[in-house]
């Protein structure tokens, strides 16, 4: 019976978590989640911006190649780019204000979009062609 009743003293002896300190945990996790979903986001937008870079500056050999084979942009396509030049073009690509000396080639990646007005230009800059809608990926 002594055992027992050592055990009862200490179990009573023993205190939990305050209601106080559960609180500020839960306080302190809210706010480390909130910091890593507001990384997350950001990190995802940069990931789209540079996506949608990378798929317009892939197009630009296959749009040059067109050129050289056709002496102008003009009737250029994403279909004729992609039977002739490059079969690994990405389909969110667009071709706008096509000319005999110019184009503008863009891309929408996850939301995010990138174009290069050529050929004096060609970095790709962030957002769609000049008079160009919106459009989905």
Do not use: W
């Not at 009862?8 to 909130?34: D, R």
């Not at 789209?48 to 296959?62: I, T």
């Not at 004096?120 to 459009?135: A, H, K, T």
């Amino acid at each position: 019976m002594d055992g027992l009743q050592r055990r009862l003293a200490t179990l009573k002896s023993e205190a939990g978590f305050t209601l106080m300190e559960l609180l500020i945990v839960t306080v302190v996790l809210g706010l480390l989640a909130t910091v890593g979903l507001a990384s997350y986001i950001g990190l995802r937008e940069r990931a789209g911006d540079v996506a949608a870079r990378v798929s317009v500056r892939e197009a630009l050999p296959s749009v040059e190649a067109y050129f050289a084979d056709n002496g102008t942009y003009a009737g250029m396509s994403l279909a004729i780019l992609q039977a002739e030049y490059d079969a690994g073009l990405d389909d969110s690509l667009a071709f706008s204000t096509l000319s005999e000396r110019s184009y503008c080639v863009s891309a929408v990646v996850a939301g995010r979009f990138a174009h290069v007005s050529g050929p004096d230009n060609p970095q790709p800059q962030d957002g769609l062609c000049p008079g160009e809608s919106p459009r989905t990926s």
